[in-house]
């Protein structure tokens, strides 16, 4: 188990288009996604040059650990070594789980998608995968041509698989429930957080069904 696994539990923030790119509004949106409850935080983000990609992540470190909370980089292993942030989360088109991890080390925390596939997960944990994210499971306004995701395969997983479980596409509080019902450790939303016009409260809504 690598650093973090363990209270990998509840609220996964992935940061959205507009917050990493409309000028000076990052810093305090992700302050107030982590006074909200979040447990832990992506930085996604694909539309800034590397240079600006790199000092969001290193200003967003001091953040994320005064919080007690992981930061994770989206698919940019290279980037998440060179700031020392905590792990990176790979989707299935990404570099390799175990070149991560030679770059990242043995306490990095390696997340990878798997869409509706069991079998990705299972190649993803056996691949050494602190956890594995299903998705989507309702309609996303971030990816909104994404393959669905049936609750059945997050039973199966859930009955299966020994890491963290995240579900993501489309989750409002609402549909939390369901999904920890179903086996999700970690629930994730982008723009159900940050095109929040309240961040700090949407941020609380998802939390609290975990408490």
């Not at 994770?72 to 905590?86: C, K, M, Q, S």
């Not at 997340?111 to 944990?125: F, P, Y």
């Not at 594995?132 to 199966?156: H, M």
Request: hydrophobic letters at 50%; a positive charge.
């Amino acid at each position: 188990m690598s650093a973090g696994e363990s209270r990998l539990r509840g609220l996964y923030a992935i940061t959205s288009q507009a917050v990493v790119t409309e000028p000076g509004r990052l810093l305090g949106a992700v302050a107030a996604a982590l006074r909200g409850g979040v447990r832990l935080l992506q930085y996604r983000d694909k539309w800034n040059p590397a240079a600006v990609r790199e000092r969001h992540v290193r200003r967003l470190l001091p953040l994320c650990r005064a919080h007690g909370v992981p930061l994770i980089v989206n698919d940019d292993a290279e980037l998440a070594r060179a700031t020392g942030a905590d792990g990176v989360h790979l989707g299935a088109a990404d570099a390799a789980l175990d070149e991560a991890r030679r770059l990242l080390g043995r306490r990095a925390l390696i997340g990878a998608t798997c869409g509706n596939s069991l079998q990705r997960a299972r190649a993803a944990v056996a691949a050494g995968a602190d956890y594995v994210a299903f998705g989507r499971f309702f309609p996303s306004t971030t990816k909104p041509d994404a393959p669905p995701a049936e609750l059945a395969t997050l039973r199966a997983a859930r009955a299966e698989l020994d890491v963290p479980l995240c579900a993501i596409g489309g989750v409002s509080p609402d549909h939390v429930p369901l999904l920890i019902e179903a086996g999700a450790d970690l629930v994730a939303a982008i723009a159900g957080v940050f095109d929040a016009a309240d961040v700090e409260t949407a941020a609380r809504a998802y939390a609290k069904c975990f408490t």
